[in-house]
């Protein structure tokens, strides 16, 4: 299985509400990524997990709230989320940091904010 | 921080030509230059990478050039096809940057004309 799967591929949701997106891969792979990307921009690195542990947080406004349940899985909860927040969020993950390799990409989840 | 500069940001080119992308990046520390596609509403996908041991890389109709002296690495596409229409990203990687950390460099929207 090389898939990193995520779910819901689409979502609408109001500035008042609470929602998640998941993403999950069984690849052994020990390092698990959340990339938001705007139309034609390269994608930007939100979050990054390693070994289940929070690693990186690049300064993301705290209604975005990662977690990762265990080493397959990388939930990411937003709460009062902004219109312009509206993008593809890409989950990804990759081998550990012990060396630099292929990122392997989920879908997508394309979040609409109204 | 590493910063990958990525030329052109447009290209086109009539089916069946060459079609050439540059990449200068800053960090000599960098050791991992992978090129990803995206197409219109999909994830990225690799499509060739390269180490800092190897001076160029050929996959069928993509190569990889990689000058470490220069800090630049470029992406060739011979007999391109109108399906090689998308955005590609290049992106680097520093040899002990925190969880192989990738920078991504802007983008360019190839279209490949019938």
């Known amino acids: 299985d090389t898939e990193v799967t995520q779910t819901p591929k689409h979502l609408v949701m109001g500035m008042t509400n609470k929602k998640s997106l998941k993403c999950e891969q069984h690849?052994?792979?020990?390092?698990m990524y959340w990339y938001k990307q705007k139309a034609k921009k390269p994608p930007e690195l939100m979050f990054v997990?390693?070994?289940?542990?929070?690693?990186i947080n690049e300064s993301v406004p705290s209604r975005f709230s990662p977690e990762c349940p265990n080493s397959s899985l990388l939930n990411l909860h937003l709460h009062a989320l902004q219109p312009e927040d509206s993008a593809l969020y890409l989950c990804?993950?990759?081998?550990?940091?012990?060396?630099?390799?292929?990122?392997?990409f989920g879908e997508g989840s394309r979040l609409t904010v109204l | 921080g590493e910063n990958v500069e990525q030329h052109p940001s447009t290209l086109s080119v009539q089916e069946g030509d060459s079609a050439v992308i540059k990449c200068t990046y800053s960090d000599s520390a960098s050791n991992y230059f992978p090129w990803y596609k995206q197409e219109l509403g999909k994830r990225p996908q690799l499509i060739i990478d390269?180490?800092?041991?190897?001076g160029e890389k050929k996959d069928q109709r993509i190569a990889v050039t990689l000058n470490k002296t220069a800090k630049h690495f470029s992406l060739h596409i011979t007999e391109t096809q109108p399906e090689d229409s998308a955005v590609y990203f290049c992106?680097?990687?520093?040899?002990?940057?925190?969880?192989?950390?990738?920078?991504f460099g802007r983008g360019t929207q190839l279209t490949v004309w019938p």
């Open positions: 997990y390693s070994y289940e542990k929070l690693s």
């Open positions: 390269i180490r800092s041991n190897v």
């Open positions: 990804a993950s990759s081998l550990p940091a012990t060396r630099t390799g292929e990122l392997f």
């Open positions: 690849m052994g792979h020990r390092a």
């Open positions: 992106a680097a990687s520093a040899r002990g940057s925190t969880l192989g950390r990738l920078y």
